[in-house]
């Protein structure tokens, strides 16, 4: 009888390393996003940046902790995934993507009506939005926003080396 091949703890441990980092650094990535949008709002700032990125990574944290601890109970722990162990990783890789779907949406309305119902506008030269990714620049008055296409050009103009 064969005994399959078994990776090496390398091969083990650095991939939980792996995949344990980028769900903690989707998370802070999160929570930055959520942090600086609430400032910005809060401190009533001439110009509200609204990135959508950053709320995708909630719904991407959650799937990757799922992974995560499918990788700790399987490969580090050696425990074999019982029948409950998988419907508790799956149900939550489930959460993370509807979540990922969804939260965007809901930050994005929220944000738009509360800063229109607020006086600002959105200034299109300087927002941008690319199939579900969005990166909307909300100004208070129209010198923000001619300073912030003036900011945009300029660095658009700069070289990159």
Known sequence: MNKPNKPSALI???GFL?????????????????????????????AVIYDNSGFYMLGVSIGLFALTYAALHEVILQ???TKSVTKRIT????VGIGLMIILPQIVNYAIDNHLRNNG??????????WLMYKHI???SNAETCIELIFEQE??????LF
């Open 18 to 46: 792996f995949f344990i980092t980028l769900s903690i650094g989707a998370l802070l990535w999160f929570g930055w996003a959520s942090l600086s949008l609430v400032e910005q709002i809060t401190k009533s700032m001439p």
């Open 154 to 159: 300029k660095r658009l103009s700069e070289p």
């Open 79 to 81: 425990l074999p995934l």
């Open 12 to 14: 083990r441990y650095g």
């Open 91 to 94: 149900h939550t890789a489930f």
């Open 137 to 139: 620049a909300y100004v």
């Open 120 to 129: 600002y506008k959105m200034c299109e030269q300087v927002s941008s939005h």
